[in-house]
């Protein structure tokens, strides 16, 4: 099965994320370095970043991935390219510094223009944001999207794009939503449907570049371009896909992260009904 966690709050500094995920029992976990609404927020001392790293060495969690901030826009061309662009490189400097392999990154958004010169102005942001940590090993997850509005990373297809102009670096991947793929009209709902979407997964990319799943039910329906997450089973998906995916041996080490809402039974409820349908309860 997948590693399984969930996206835990920072509150009261790195390490109490850490602290969080373990009282969960996670296997892996996600986090702001930051405020996601922020350009840039205070950095860790190197204490902190030190009792970060020891708490991950004292807990049961394997892998760590970081999401970057909703602010940022690498299909902009306008000021909010630049801003972005470091943003991005800060991120990825502090998860070398902290031990964190992968950031999780929403595509952008074309504002109303051209959506292949988006996604042109994506993948060279993206180059140049790798060509300046060129000995920061973290991979940056391109997440696939809802579809609202101009937001990019709606179909495979347009993803795909940005690895080809990249010429496939190794450095980038694929974070793979089942809320925002179901919201975006691929019908997950079914064994069959969840098959079908790893296999164009594993054509487009190959299975190794996916480095994330991130799970939660939709409330919306299928195709309408909504980005609602509710409960796994208490939504539109239903419960299938979540257990195909918790069973599946192929993602043995892949995390698996929780975007749930954190009111009603919340993410200790969501865990062990995801460790019950993979038999591990």
Request: net charge negative; with cysteine.
């Given at each position: 099965?997948p ?24 296997e892996?976990m996600q986090l702001?370095t930051?405020?996601?609404?922020q ?5 860790p001392?190197?204490a902190g ?5 020891r ?14 901030s909703?602010?940022?826009n690498?299909?902009?061309?306008d ?14 400097e502090l998860c070398?510094q902290l ?7 929403h ?21 140049e944001?790798?060509d300046?940590?060129?000995d920061?090993?973290?991979v940056?997850?391109?997440?696939t999207m809802?579809?609202?509005?101009d937001?990019l990373?709606?179909?495979?297809g ?15 991947g ?11 009209g691929t019908?997950?709902r079914s064994e069959?449907g969840?098959?079908?979407f790893?296999s164009?997964?594993e054509?487009h990319?190959?299975?190794e ?5 991130h799970?939660?039910?939709?409330k ?14 208490q939504?539109s ?6 257990g195909m995916?918790?069973?599946?041996e192929r993602?043995?080490?892949t ?9 009603g039974?919340g ?10 349908l993979?038999?591990a309860?």
């Amino acid at each position: 099965m997948p590693l399984l966690g969930a996206h835990v709050s920072a509150a009261g500094g790195l390490r109490a994320a850490v602290e969080r995920a373990s009282v969960l029992g996670c296997e892996a976990m996600q986090l702001f370095t930051h405020n996601p609404l922020q350009w840039q927020g205070k950095s860790p001392s190197p204490a902190g970043i030190d009792a970060f790293r020891r708490a991950i060495l004292g807990s049961g969690v394997k892998k760590v991935t970081a999401h970057a901030s909703y602010l940022i826009n690498l299909a902009a061309d306008d000021y909010v390219r630049k801003h972005s662009i470091d943003a991005v490189i800060r991120e990825i400097e502090l998860c070398y510094q902290l031990g964190v392999d992968s950031v999780v990154l929403h595509p952008g958004s074309s504002k109303g223009g051209s959506r292949s010169e988006a996604l042109s102005n994506l993948a060279c942001a993206l180059e140049e944001i790798i060509d300046r940590t060129i000995d920061k090993n973290v991979v940056i997850l391109l997440e696939t999207m809802a579809g609202q509005g101009d937001i990019l990373g709606s179909s495979i297809g347009e993803l795909e794009s940005v690895f080809e102009a990249m010429s496939w670096n190794k450095r980038l991947g694929v974070c793979a939503d089942l809320c925002h793929i179901f919201g975006a009209g691929t019908d997950i709902r079914s064994e069959d449907g969840y098959l079908r979407f790893v296999s164009s997964l594993e054509r487009h990319f190959g299975l190794e570049r996916v480095g994330c799943w991130h799970l939660s039910d939709n409330k919306g329906a299928l195709g309408s371009n909504i980005d609602r997450h509710e409960h796994i089973g208490q939504g539109s998906i239903g419960i299938i896909p979540f257990g195909m995916l918790v069973s599946d041996e192929r993602f043995a080490d892949t995390p698996a992260i929780l975007e749930t809402p954190k009111e009603g039974v919340g993410d200790a409820g969501n865990l062990a009904l995801l460790r019950k349908l993979a038999g591990a309860e």
